[in-house]
């Protein structure tokens, strides 16, 4: 690279000795090396993602991952998750307490198909609130 003479540079302005610079950068070894390098990491990319569209996880495989995630989630909410573990042991015990030892009669058939219905409505209902990180 030449330098430039401080006679002919004192009377350039900024942009010509930008221009300059820059013409004499691409024509140098060190631009030519640098856009090898560029084209060579270029072509890295392009093979890394072509590769990456065609290894799709399955759909079972998503579903585990985000399961997990929702569960992981589901968990750590205190609100959600451990007050509602309360609130089932609570219901569980109060109908337990109200159908406990009603006998063997035909009314206490119809009972015990009450306490079944009641069970069962809770146990489908209350879990609904999980739904939505399932969405998410």
Known sequence: MMPLSSASSTNMTTTEIQAKLVEKYKSSDNARIARKKIQEIALIEEE?????NTSKPSCLKQLCILTRRSS????????YFWLRIVFYILVALSAGSFFFNI???????FLRGKFDGFTYGLMIVLPIGGLPFFTE
């Open 72 to 79: 992981l989630n589901i968990c750590r909410d205190i609100g």
């Open 48 to 52: 890394n993602c072509s590769e990456s």
């Open 103 to 109: 006998g063997t009669s035909n009314y206490a058939i």
